[in-house]
């Protein structure tokens, strides 16, 4: 059974400062992975997806990598800001298609950037 | 704001109460899903929908009963709960599961609070 783990499970920085947050799974087969950023309350908006044929996915400040043998994926935010201040999700979809599109989360990090 | 809409936004219900959920997509998608989201565990899967059809039930109490009148409407009726089903309970669509996987995309959630 595929179990995904974020830690750490909360992280406080400074603003302008790079953050590091880490995602691993222990079920290697996986079609692909995905980032989300959850603010209070709210639902889940997409950041990066990532094929797992891919090593990495860039969008603007954000950048994800991801280790599908070693089955670990990081979601790196550079000069942060106190509006990236949320909890960050992942998540993994299997490789097996009879697996549906099932995603399986990990606890998230819940991230403060302070001004 | 997403292309997925769930009311309400807040419910706070008795034990004896009976209430429903509701989730609606605006994106023609024809796969929909119910996540729930409690405090100190990794957002579960519920209930998954593939063309009005039920193809997951991961376990979840008779208490929760999920009805898909068609692609668009997923709706989560609640009866009987317990304090301990309180949580945030997400929505999700993406298109038809054959062929996929495909990526998800989920409301702002329903806040629900059993006392």
């Known amino acids: 059974k595929q179990e995904v783990t974020q830690i750490p499970a909360a992280l406080s920085v400074p603003e302008g400062e790079n953050l590091v947050l880490n995602c691993s799974f222990t079920?290697?087969?996986?079609?692909?992975l995905q980032w989300f950023r959850q603010d209070p309350g709210k639902g889940l908006t997409s950041l990066l997806l990532i094929q797992s044929s891919q090593r990495e996915q860039t969008s603007g400040r954000l950048n994800a990598s991801l280790d599908k043998s070693s089955g670990r994926s990081t979601l790196y935010i550079a000069a942060s800001q106190p509006g990236d201040s949320a909890t960050y999700l992942c998540a993994v979809r299997p490789a097996i298609k009879a697996a549906g599109n099932k995603l399986t989360f990990g606890g998230g990090t819940r991230v403060l950037v302070k001004p | 704001e997403t292309g997925v809409t769930q009311t309400p936004r807040h419910l706070v219900m008795g034990m004896t109460n009976k209430k429903s959920l509701k989730c609606e997509q605006h994106?023609?998608?024809?796969?929909m899903y119910w996540y729930k989201q409690s405090a100190k565990k990794p957002l579960e899967l519920m209930f998954v929908?593939?063309?009005?059809?039920?193809?997951e039930n991961n376990s979840v109490p008779s208490r929760f009963s999920p009805e898909c009148p068609n692609s668009s409407h997923l709706f989560l009726h609640l009866h009987t709960l317990q304090p301990e089903d309180s949580a945030l309970y997400l929505c999700?669509?993406?298109?038809?599961?054959?062929?996929?996987?495909?990526?998800?995309?989920f409301g702002p959630g329903t806040r629900l609070t059993v006392t």
């Open positions: 929908y593939n063309f009005k059809e039920q193809t």
């Open positions: 999700a669509s993406s298109q038809a599961i054959a062929g996929g996987p495909y990526e998800q995309y």
């Open positions: 079920d290697s087969a996986i079609y692909n």
């Open positions: 994106l023609g998608h024809n796969a």
